[in-house]
Every structure is written in C-alpha cells, then in structure tokens.
C-alpha cells in the first residue's frame, strides 16, 4: 500500500512570508496528489491537486511541485495571511484490484500565520 | 446545502453499546468512502463504495465495523460492541469517477465518544 510521510508537523510563519510543506510517498504508480487544508473544527477541503504529467501547478497564492523521480511533492504558499492558519494534509492515491482507489493522507501540518 | 451531510454530528455512548452513523453524498457522486480521524492524525481510510458495491475495506476495520450503502446512495458505518479506542472523528466522503484522481468532498463528520 501507499506510505505517504508530511513534514513539518508544525509551522509558524510571521505574515507575509512564505510556507513550504514536504511530502513523499512510496508507490510509484501513484499519479495524482492533492493537498487539503482542514480549519479548525471544519471538514478538510481541497485546495490544490497536481497530476503527474505535470511538474507544477499554481493557484494565486499557493503552488504545488512534484519529483516523480524522487517521488516527493510540495506545498508552497506565498504571502501568507492569519486565514491561511490551518491544518494542510497531503495525500496520495493507493490503487487495488477490481478499480478500487482510495487515498492515503499524511499526518498533517499545523501552519500558524502570526500577524 | 448540498454538500455531504453527516448524522449525527456527535454522538456519546458507553463502551459495549451500538452506534450507526448516517452519510448522504452529493447526489450524482457515485464513489463513497468512510475516513476516521483522531487528533493530530490525518484521515484514515476505513471502506470504500463505487456506486452500491462495496470494493474495499481496510485492515484496520475489525468485524466490529459494518458498512452499507443501498442502492447505491446513502450510506451506513456500524460499529458493535463499541470500545473506548473507537473514539474518533468518522469523515464520510463523496466523488465522481471512474479511475481515480477525482476531489473528495468531506462531510462535516459524526464525533464518535466511547466512555
């Protein structure tokens, strides 16, 4: 199955600068990875996904990149904001027999904007 | 609202008893999935739906755990004999596709303590 690691665990930006979340995962066949962002007591919800014919995508101020070959992908949001605060989870898919697919999340980020 | 609709939004019961929880989907989403969360944890993927069939189901669902989804449209998560480590956040999740790759649309969540 999918082993996905998220690191920070935590972090504190002061406003204005930049955050950079890091992933990696284990199953090569995996092509698509989403990142969801989960405010406090809030369902997670998606922000941004990149697929893996690309190697980066942006949305306004948040970006994402992916190493297929290192198979790591990551977060980037530019001048960060106090509603920027939030847990962000990455994820990437684990395939199985019979067209089952589900996702595998990592453990979170806590990011802080502190204004 | 339209979104994916939990029942209930927190429920308490004591260890050995019952407990079912209710997911409605997006109406036209055909996939389903049943995620728990624990604090700090990101989302872990306990069964999955594609339409009534039900095509995977996680190691870390005992037989204490049931799920159904008639019909293929709302769904039922029962957990037997409940236990105080059951305690968790139950995230119900709903998307169209066929193979894979597609935005997961959480529903609130059933806060789930076992005392």
């Known amino acids: 199955g999918e082993n996905v690691e998220q690191h920070p665990s935590t972090l504190s930006v002061q406003e204005g600068d930049s955050a950079v979340i890091k992933c990696t995962y284990s199953?090569?066949?995996?092509?698509?990875f989403p990142w969801y962002k989960q405010e406090l007591g809030k369902r997670p919800q998606l922000i941004i996904d990149?697929?893996?014919?690309?190697g980066e995508k942006k949305d306004q101020r948040i970006a994402v990149t992916l190493n297929k070959t290192a198979k790591h992908f990551s977060l980037h949001i530019t001048e960060t904001q106090p509603e920027d605060s939030a847990v962000y989870f990455c994820?990437?898919?684990?395939?199985?027999?019979?067209?089952?697919?589900?996702?595998?999340f990592g453990k979170g980020t806590k990011l802080s904007v502190i204004p | 609202d339209t979104g994916v609709s939990q029942n209930p939004r927190h429920k308490i019961t004591k260890r050995g008893q019952n407990v079912t929880f209710r997911c409605d989907p997006i109406?036209?989403?055909?996939?389903l999935y049943w995620y728990r969360q624990t604090l700090g944890q990101g989302p872990e993927f306990l069964t999955y739906?594609?339409?009534?069939?039900?095509?995977?189901k996680s190691r870390l669902l005992s037989d204490r755990f049931s799920a159904e989804r008639p019909k293929g449209s709302f769904s039922t998560l029962e957990i037997q004999r409940t236990e105080q480590g059951d305690s968790a956040m139950y995230l119900c999740?709903?998307?169209?596709?066929?193979?894979?790759?597609?935005?997961?649309?959480f529903g609130s969540g059933t806060q789930l303590s076992v005392l």
């Open positions: 739906f594609q339409n009534e069939a039900q095509l995977e």
């Open positions: 199953d090569s066949a995996s092509n698509y």
């Open positions: 109406s036209e989403h055909n996939r």
């Open positions: 994820a990437a898919p684990a395939y199985s027999g019979a067209g089952s697919y589900q996702l595998t």
């Open positions: 990149i697929r893996s014919n690309v």
């Open positions: 999740a709903s998307s169209f596709g066929r193979t894979g790759g597609e935005k997961l649309f």
